[in-house]
Every structure is written in structure tokens, then in C-alpha cells.
């Protein structure tokens, strides 16, 4: 049953009990047919689609829940964490007790045991000096499926010196009805304890919450060694260059990190360390929503035996729909890297990156399609992290709606924002990289750029097209847009001219800056937020 012979792990002292059978490190032919057995009920059924793939529903949770997320003030995290209750801005931090933790680990460990049960040892951190050994635990085969699809897989002899320092332990079919007593948000938790080193999940069936999780987590741990820890996908060229792309959910890291011409490195989760940019995971998660062979075909090809669809619509042929979205907009596949031809091997690592390119999906169609950061600007937008949040990945959006999200990724920061700020204009400064702001959302008409456009745009960054291109300066946002490129037509590079006149762009314009000066207040408590209030916009 087991791909590993090596000699099962010791659940018990995790508090989990009689333990029938575990399924230690399957390999993907055991894991395909666990997730087919046809006695499998309800969100545990996969089926198999005509590309190879298995497609499993994940439940009522077709997106991350954020008002669930806890962490445990302790002595670990009590000075140092970003939390939810302070003056500093609002992250997702929520504070957990140490007893509601050691009622909600007795809850899931009492969930799990008796249980036949999938344990994955998996890597987070491509570089052995700053990985971490992650254990999961789950009941349900095609949760194991996707962790061995997202992070990364140890080796034989790895595997046999495996021990992990962080477990994430989920019970997904556990409800908590006690919820209201402990002063929690719903009967769902996902919950952290950073002393104990321990991810708890009830209630919901999301694969995102452990691999979002295990970002967090890095997130906490990184800056304080002076790593860069990024919300982004990153790729190289063939000269070596290294790119990183910053970017909210479904602003187009991992569609326009897949670039034929440059080898992948990853589409969500780095490290920038000494050495350059590296990879937290071992897989990538992209959106299927509308996919399109011709549009996107490495990620189209990449679904095939071996990767995960969740939450697709498959026909009676087993043939998949992708433009259907009647159970949710974000349909997803995990896929392990090795499903894309242009990666970096053995390790997802390069050197230091040179372009830093922040992805943002303005639902305003005030920004220009591609513009360049002085460096106070960098910082500026960085903090702000400007996008409009798409349907879907989060529980209880249903349409864009313009949000501020620090770091790109404010859902996912341990620490405060400043501090990811600080670590990440020192790399740059240091390697020299410049930064720019691309809008891959929609016009003053109401449309999205397309994604041939995108590219375009993007290859002129990384081709320095752009760096030598005449410039102009958009008024209100102070940013410097290119007025002529090669392979784009001049006309799409200004946003005003999407806009029936000048006026009303400047308008809406005003309407947009008015709302960054106002998110960016909880950084005018230091100087050198102070500093950078000059660097946003200034409206008339
Ligand atoms: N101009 C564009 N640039 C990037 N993505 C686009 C564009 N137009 C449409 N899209 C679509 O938007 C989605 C971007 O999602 P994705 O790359 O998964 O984002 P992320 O990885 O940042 O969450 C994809 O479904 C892609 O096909
Ligand atoms: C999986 C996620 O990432 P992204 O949409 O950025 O690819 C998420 O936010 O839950
Ligand atoms: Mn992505």
C-alpha cells in the first residue's frame, strides 16, 4: 500500500489514538486509486476526467475562509505578531487562547483517531538552511493528493531522515459546535500555534488553507532571519535574469509566471535570500476558470494524470467544462512543477532577482496597463497593494471589489507589513532591481487588457524595452507610463483614453487616490511612512 517501507510514524504522541492503518508517503499510483474507490462517499469521491486527472469537489469551502484563521498569543507571538486588534491597520490575525487551542487540538485529535488516516511528509522552502519539514495529516486521500502535489517531495534518502518540525494536523469532517462559547467566528477553524509548531483544520475541506497556511508560517519565520518572504511567482531568463511577480489572488502570478521563453521557478510563494530567490513549493495552483489551450498551454497540458481539479464541472464523457462556474469561479488544478517543460531543476531557486513587477487588477480603469516605480514609489505601493479581489478564492466575494492588501498578500503576513517592506528593499537594493506597477485589470470601459497585451508588456520589462522607452508622467498618480512600444499599440498605454473624456478619468481618479490616502494613514505613525505619503497619489 505504502510507496515507503520505512517505519510508520508515532501519531500518538501528536494525542491521536488507535490508529488502524496509516498510508505513509503514497505514491501517486496509490493515491489515484484511493481517491476512485468507489465506496468513497460525498466530498471524498474523485472522478476520473478524460485528461487523466482526478477532479474531487472541496465542499461548501471552494475558497480560503479568513474569518476563521487564528494564532495563539502566547509568549512566542505576543510582541511580535501582526494581530487583528491593534491600531496598526487590520490584519487577519485573529488571537486564539492557549485553552480554546488545547479544547480545538483535543477536538481534532479525537476526530482523527480510530481513523484510517494519509500522513505526507512534504518540505516548505526549497533550501535545506530555511525549509521547513512539514507532517499532514488528513482522513481524506485526495488532501494527502494535494500537499504531495504542492510542496516539496523529499527524497528516499530524505524521507529517511525525515523529522518534521511542523505538523499540520486536519480533521475536515470535524464540526465544532462548541464555537459560540469559545468566541469564535463560525464552526470552522484554522488554527496556528506557533510554539507548538501545529496547524489545526475543522470544518473546512480547502486544500488553500494548508498551502496558504504553510505561507504564513514561512511568513513568520523568514524576515526574522532577513530572508524575503513574497507573495509572488518568479521565473528566469536565459542570461540568468530573475523576475518576480507580486500580485493579489487572480491578478495573473501564476498565468503570466508560465512563460514558454523563461524557465518557472514558481507561481506563488519565495524566499529572496542571500543567495537569490527560492521557492516555497513544490507544485503550483492554478485557476481554470475559462482556460484556454491556445491562451494558456503549458497550464492546459499540465492537467493530465497526476494533478488535482477541484470544484470543475466534468460531462458524462468525463470531459471537463471549463467555463462553467455553477459551483464556484474559482476552479483550481495543483499540478507538481515537473507538469511544466520550462522549469528551474533540480531546486526551484535562481539568483537575485533584477525586475520586480507588482500585479495589480484595477476594477476602476484608472491605472495605466504598465508603468515604472522610483524606488519611494516601490515602497509606497508595496504597502498599499492595490487590487480589486476577484470572485471566488475567498468565502463571500462574488464580485471584484477594489481592496488594499499590504505586501500583496496582507491575508498571509505574520509580522506587520513595514517589516516585509523593510527585508525586501534591502534585497533589492543590494541586487539592484527595479520595480514596476502593471495593471492586468480593467478600462474605463468596463474591459479586461488582455492577456496577449500583458505579455507583451511584461516581455517589455524584462527585455529593457521599457527602460528605454519615451516617457510620460500620469497626472494624480505621478507614475510614469512608456508612450511607445513595440509590439503594443500606443493608445492602450494611457489609461485616459479608455474614458470617454480626460475629466472623467480624472474624476474617478481622484475618487481612487482619495481612497489610497486614506488606507495608507496607518503607516503615518513612523517617519518613514511619513516619508513615502508623497510617493501615492495627490488628487487635484
Ligand atoms: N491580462 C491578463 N493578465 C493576467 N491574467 C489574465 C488577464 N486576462 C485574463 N486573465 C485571467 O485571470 C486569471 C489570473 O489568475 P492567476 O494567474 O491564477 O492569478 P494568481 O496566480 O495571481 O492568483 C487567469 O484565469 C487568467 O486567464
Ligand atoms: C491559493 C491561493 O492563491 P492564488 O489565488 O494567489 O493563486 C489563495 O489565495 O487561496
Ligand atoms: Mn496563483
Known amino acids: ?210 498551502k496558504k497556511g504553510l505561507f504564513a508560517v514561512m511568513n513568520y519565520l523568514l524576515p526574522l532571519k532577513n530572508i524575503a518572504s513574497m507573495h509572488c511567482s518568479a521565473n528566469v531568463g536565459k542570461q540568468g535574469d530573475v523576475a518576480v511577480f507580486f500580485g493579489l489572488s487572480g491578478t495573473g502570478k501564476t498565468t503570466l509566471s508560465t512563460d514558454p521563453a523563461r524557465q518557472l521557478i514558481g507561481d506563488d510563494e519565495h524566499g529572496w535570500d542571500d543567495e537569490g530567490v527560492f521557492n516555497f513549493e513544490g507544485g503550483c495552483y492554478a485557476k481554470t476558470i475559462n482556460l484556454c489551450p491556445q491562451a494558456e498551454p503549458e497550464i492546459y497540458q499540465a492537467i493530465r494524470r497526476d494533478a488535482l481539479l477541484e470544484n470543475v464541472v466534468v460531462l458524462a464523457d468525463g470531459r471537463i467544462d471549463f467555463a462553467d462556474a455553477s459551483k464556484t469561479e474559482n476552479t483550481r488544478v495543483s499540478y507538481p512543477l515537473s507538469h511544466i517543460e520550462n522549469i528551474v531543476t533540480p531546486l526551484s531557486k535562481a539568483g537575485h532577482a533584477r525586475k520586480v513587477i507588482f500585479l495589480t487588477a484595477d476594477a476602476f480603469g484608472i491605472l495605466p496597463p504598465v508603468s515604472r516605480l522610483t524606488p519611494e514609489q516601490t515602497q509606497y505601493h508595496f504597502l498599499s497593494g492595490f487590487t480589486a479581489k476577484l470572485a471566488g478564492t475567498e468565502r463571500g466575494i462574488v464580485r471584484p471589489l477594489p481592496t488594499f492588501s499590504a505586501c500583496f498578500g496582507a491575508a498571509f503576513l505574520t509580522l506587520h507589513p513595514t517589516r516585509y517592506a523593510e527585508v525586501l528593499l534591502k534585497r533589492m537594493q543590494a541586487a539592484g532591481a527595479e520595480a514596476y506597477l502593471v495593471n492586468t485589470g480593467w478600462n474605463g470601459q468596463g474591459q479586461r487588457i488582455s492577456l496577449k497585451n500583458t505579455r507583451a508588456l511584461i516581455n517589455a520589462i524584462l527585455n529593457d524595452e521599457l527602460r528605454q522607452a519615451p516617457m510620460q508622467v500620469l497626472p494624480v498618480f505621478n507614475l510614469q507610463m512608456p508612450l511607445r512600444l513595440k509590439n503594443v499599440e500606443s493608445s492602450l498605454l494611457d489609461p485616459r483614453n479608455s474614458w470617454a473624456s480626460e475629466s472623467e478619468w480624472r474624476t474617478q481618479a481622484g475618487i481612487l487616490a482619495q481612497k489610497f490616502i486614506d488606507n495608507f494613514v496607518q503607516y503615518t505613525d513612523t517617519a518613514t511612512g511619513q516619508a513615502l505619503v508623497h510617493a501615492g497619489p495627490v488628487p487635484d
Open 1 to 210: 500500500m505504502s510507496s515507503s517501507n520505512r517505519k510508520l510514524p508515532d501519531l500518538s504522541s501528536l494525542g491521536i489514538q488507535h490508529t488502524p492503518c496509516i498510508i505513509y508517503n503514497p505514491d501517486y499510483t496509490t493515491l489515484f486509486n484511493e481517491e476512485l474507490r468507489p465506496e468513497l462517499q460525498g466530498f471524498e469521491r474523485g472522478i476520473l476526467t478524460s485528461n487523466g486527472a482526478v477532479a474531487v469537489d472541496t465542499g461548501i469551502f471552494t475558497g480560503r475562509s479568513p474569518k476563521d484563521k487564528y494564532i495563539v498569543r502566547d509568549e512566542t507571538t505576543r510582541d511580535n505578531l501582526w494581530w487583528s486588534d491593534t491600531a496598526q491597520g487590520s490584519s487577519g490575525n485573529q488571537p486564539l487562547s492557549v485553552d480554546t487551542w488545547q479544547a480545538l487540538k483535543r477536538c481534532v485529535t479525537d476526530q482523527l483517531s480510530g481513523k484510517r488516516l494519509f500522513v505526507t511528509d512534504a518540505f516548505c522552502g526549497a533550501n535545506a538552511n530555511s525549509r521547513l519539514s512539514v507532517r499532514f495529516v488528513t482522513e481524506v486521500a485526495w488532501q494527502a493528493h494535494f500537499v504531495k502535489n504542492m510542496f516539496i517531495q523529499p527524497d528516499e534518502e530524505e524521507l529517511a531522515q525525515f523529522t518534521p518540525d511542523f505538523v499540520v494536523l486536519n480533521a475536515s469532517k470535524y464540526t465544532n459546535l462548541h464555537w459560540q462559547s469559545q468566541g469564535l467566528n463560525s464552526e470552522n477553524f484554522v488554527a496556528f500555534n506557533l510554539t507548538e509548531r501545529i496547524q489545526l483544520i475543522g470544518g473546512t475541506w480547502y486544500g488553500g488553507e494548508m
